[in-house]
């Protein structure tokens, strides 16, 4: 078995007094379409913010594509690979909604190619999300599900071996959750590494080869999803049971 | 022997003048501490307050201190309705921070031009039975002197500063404003209007100005411009205290008194500023929480 | 035909340039220069400002900080070596550059606002500083003589007996300002339409998601508080030259803090168009407002508009006009 594209090794963070992280470890495989749930307030965003650099973590250690996180800043994170997406949505809204895809190409995953070129690759990636003819539009005006597939399309613009995708489906219906879910299995069947947190369960379970569920910082269960949706420790931490 | 008796007078003073920071910060670590409205232009209001100080002292003959507690609802509306319009351009419509600081900053440079037209330039001092005397004593053989004018502001600024403590911690209005802080959904689920708490809470801080404004002028002589100066302290202390903490405030503006003190009296006022600012830009570099912040810096 | 179209903005600084020195050329009144100066000035100051505040959303306070450090570095220069101008104005914005690069260094990290703060305290601290520097004529301020015939690489620059490019150093220096504002207009374009502006301008919309989308935030923050620094203390080390008299209140003046802020906001920050068209229009309202009313209602007239325009028109004149079409 090849190394894990990302390793967490008892990851711990704490707030203050509060501790929102408490030993996690995990391993995600290349290729891997890896679920992550739990109730609110479990740390989900945490260690995804700890995975993306946006906070560094106490204790522990993340190891990704063979790097030590250790010391990263985000962007340098995302140079390595690494993009994520905010559960609510944070456009660039002084730009068009094709300008916000092109900074992470500029930035990160098409450094030195000219102008044209890279809006080029911001609009191909506008048409696999179905957003061509938004390319540009102001983002004030866009509706949710919009919003929504523009994150997933300007961390996806960064060209990252891992998404990790926070809350994209949050409200939003049942066929547009469908339609996210295609577009994330698809660039899942070119090679992107995805770990996706959600609430909506039958998008995890569709989704997801593998799941783990924390539970007030702490991992409670790992397998794959018809194993996690028995167990009782998950059962528990969702019902209060 | 010098030395000593230097010290300890810079000692005493520096304490002393940890008192008045104290009154002078106070109203922005509620307004930027609590609220994170940035008023930047906070010391020009006390500016204001003391120039009203000096207006009713030297007009009617009021006591500066006096003056001040009469004034205090003036500048609490006053506050009520600089929120209201801050409120109502900026935050609801959660517009760029930038924005916010330049509506500030206008406003800062507003009441500053203002004050100079409706009183020139001149240095304004005011008149009291404590100010000019000061209480001489001497133990083992060190002689000290503490200015009366020093002493009240001390004392005032400790009443106010106990008073707003026991304001925020005990009434309703006070834990809603800390409520209102951490989550304001939550205490409008509550039947709390966060807005009309945070208007409250503006208008205290900005109520502040009208004693802060008189133990300014008691302290100091004042002219429109001398705000600026201020700014230095007030938001090292700020910043320094932890934002959203009363007793912070209270501990770094002690400690801003006796720093700004002691390297007054052993290298000169000039480099008074000076310290605040290093205290400032250290803070913000190694600790940017402050001693006992509970607020976010990033 | 298309190369010049290509070229218009480069085309255009050259024309404007030219027609500065026509204007030095022939017999213009020698009031126009002085407070023409003065405009000009505010062109470069509220593009330097612009640079850092409008395209990347971080405020500063504290242009007359920067602005101070380049005047009294360009006096210290005098008073120690007699130093002409051009190597005055060099260091100068090198100075500012850095003390920007250190304000920067400390308080980036944080939330715009403690940058701002640091700004305004930094420029007072500045002050106090210069108040208690004799060797640059502490508080009662210094005299700087023009130099009495300056020569630029052999050229006689000046000479009031007209043997010179030109007649006076109002002139010479109403020349120089407009080229270096020109120079500070060709920066501020390039960096918009450039990466960096790009990144900026992501930075200034959402710092938190700009760093994850793979921008240096910090770095590009660094950069542009440099290159603002920079040119505001070059515009201040001409200062001394066109003022002869310099005191710490003079070149520490608020004044240019709230006209560094204004003119780009009233101007609109998202283009370098908008800071010029506020200078221009505010600078040249200001000198006017300075002879037939007090300082004082200029100054309280500029503080109420900054005000409206920040509330009712976010876009600046720039914006407004964009939006009518």
Same mark, same amino acid.
């Given at each position: ?241 | ?67 001040? =507690? ?109 409520? =209102? ?13 966060? =807005? ?22 008691? =302290? ?79 | ?24 050329? !022939? ?16 062109? @470069? !100051? ?42 005055? !104005? ?16 400390? $308080? ?19 002050? $106090? ?35 010179? !490019? ?13 080229? @270096? ?43 542009? $508080? ?26 520490? /003046? ?16 998202? $283009? ?25 209602? /200029? ?27």
């Amino acid at each position: 078995m090849s190394d894990p594209l990302l390793k967490i090794e008892s990851v711990t963070k704490k707030f203050g007094g509060f501790t929102a992280l408490s030993n996690v470890s995990l391993e995600v495989h290349t290729g891997e379409r890896f679920g992550l749930i739990g109730p609110n307030g479990s740390g989900k965003t945490t260690l995804i913010n700890c995975i993306s650099g946006t906070l560094q973590n106490d204790g522990g250690e993340i190891f990704f594509d063979g790097h030590d996180l250790n010391g990263m800043k985000p962007h340098q994170r995302t140079a390595a690979g690494i993009a994520r997406t905010f559960q609510i949505p944070r456009p660039f809204h002084s730009m068009t909604v094709l300008d916000n895809l092109k900074i992470p190409i500029e930035y990160v995953s098409g450094i030195g190619i000219g102008q044209s070129e890279i809006a080029e690759q911001a609009m191909s990636i506008l048409e696999t999300m179905g957003m061509a003819e938004k390319a540009n539009q102001e983002t004030l005006g866009l509706t949710q599900i919009e919003l929504r597939k523009l994150e997933l399309a300007r961390a996806i613009a960064a060209k990252p071996k891992l998404l990790i995708s926070d809350e994209a489906m949050a409200g939003l219906t049942g066929n547009e959750v469908d339609e996210v879910l295609e577009i994330l299995i698809g660039f899942n069947e070119q090679g992107m590494t995805i770990i996706m947190i959600e609430h909506i369960m039958r998008a995890v379970m569709h989704f997801s080869q593998r799941v783990i569920c924390l539970d007030a910082g702490e991992l409670i269960a790992e397998g794959k999803p018809d194993e996690i949706v028995k167990d009782k420790g998950v059962e528990r931490a969702y019902l209060g049971v | 022997m010098i030395i000593l008796e230097l010290f300890i007078n810079a000692l005493i003073s520096g304490i002393l003048l940890g008192g008045f920071f104290v009154a002078l910060a106070i109203g922005l670590s509620i307004c930027f501490g609590l609220l994170d409205t940035v008023n930047i232009a906070h010391p020009t209001f006390v500016v204001a307050g003391a120039f009203c100080a000096f207006f009713l002292n030297s007009t009617f003959g009021i006591d500066p201190i006096l003056a001040g =507690v009469i004034m205090t609802p003036f500048f609490f509306a006053l506050g009520w309705l600089i929120y209201s319009a801050y409120y109502q351009f900026f935050e609801r419509t959660s517009a760029q921070a930038l924005r916010g600081l330049a509506f500030f900053f206008g406003l800062l440079f507003i009441t500053e031009v203002v004050l100079i037209m409706v009183s020139g330039v001149d240095h304004r001092l005011v008149n009291a039975a404590y100010i000019g005397k000061s209480f001489r004593g001497a133990v083992a053989g060190i002689e000290f002197s503490v200015p009366y004018r020093l002493l009240s502001a001390f004392v005032v600024a400790g009443i106010m500063t106990l008073g707003l403590q026991a304001f925020l911690d005990r009434s309703f209005f006070g834990r809603a404003t800390r409520a =209102v802080h951490q989550d304001m959904m939550a205490l409008s689920l509550m039947g709390v209007d966060p =807005v009309t708490v945070k208007r409250i809470a503006f208008g205290i801080g900005l109520g502040t100005c009208g004693i802060a404004g008189a133990l300014m002028i008691i =302290v100091i002589p004042i002219e429109p411009a001398v705000g600026r100066v201020f700014i230095g302290n007030v938001f090292a202390i700020v910043v320094l205290g932890g934002l959203g903490s009363i007793s912070g405030t209270l501990i770094a503006a002690m400690i801003l008194g006796i720093a700004e003190s002691l390297v007054s009296t052993f290298f000169g006022p000039s480099w008074a500023p000076a310290v605040s600012f290093s205290i400032l830009l250290g803070v913000l570099a190694f600790r940017p929480s402050g001693l006992l912040g509970v607020g976010d810096t990033r | 035909m298309t190369t010049v179209l290509r070229y218009k903005f480069e085309l255009g600084c050259v024309l404007v340039l030219v027609l500065a020195f026509v204007l030095t050329q !022939i017999g213009v009144n020698n009031f126009f220069f002085f407070a023409g100066f003065a405009v000009v000035q505010f062109v @470069m !100051i509220a593009t330097a400002w612009n640079i850092l505040g409008g395209y990347g959303g971080y405020i500063n306070f504290g242009t007359a900080g920067f602005l101070g450090v380049g005047s009294y570095t360009a006096i210290a220069l005098i008073q120690w070596s007699d130093v002409s101008i051009v190597p005055q !104005i060099i260091i100068g914005a090198l100075m500012a550059g850095l003390l920007g690069l250190f304000i920067g260094y400390f $308080t980036l990290r944080l939330r715009g606002v403690y940058f701002a703060i640091a700004t305004l305290a930094l420029a007072i601290v500045l002050e $106090t500083f210069v108040n208690n520097w004799d060797f640059v004529g502490g508080a009662a301020g210094i005299s700087i003589l023009p130099p009495r015939n300056p020569e630029l690489l052999g050229v006689m620059i000046v000479d009031r007996k007209g043997a010179g !490019i030109f007649d006076n150093n109002t002139e010479f220096l109403f020349f120089l300002i407009s080229a @270096m504002a020109i120079f500070s207009v060709w920066i501020a374009r390039t960096i918009e339409r450039g990466k960096l502006g790009r990144g900026l301008n992501a930075i200034k919309d959402n710092e938190e998601a700009a760093e994850c989308m793979g921008v240096p935030t910090l770095r590009l923050k660094l950069v542009a $508080t440099t290159v603002s620094g920079s040119l505001m203390g070059a515009a201040g080390a001409i200062f001394p030259n066109y003022l002869t008299f310099v005191d710490p209140l003079t070149a520490f /003046n608020l004044e240019f803090a709230i006209n560094a802020l204004a003119m780009p906001m009233i101007g609109g920050t998202f $283009t370098w168009i908008g800071p010029v068209i506020g200078a221009l229009l505010l600078g040249t309202v200001q000198q006017i407002a300075i002879v037939t009313i007090s300082s004082e209602l /200029n100054l309280l007239i500029l503080g109420v508009v900054l005000v409206i325009f920040v509330v009712a028109a976010p876009h600046g004149i720039v914006g407004w006009f964009m939006k009518k079409n």
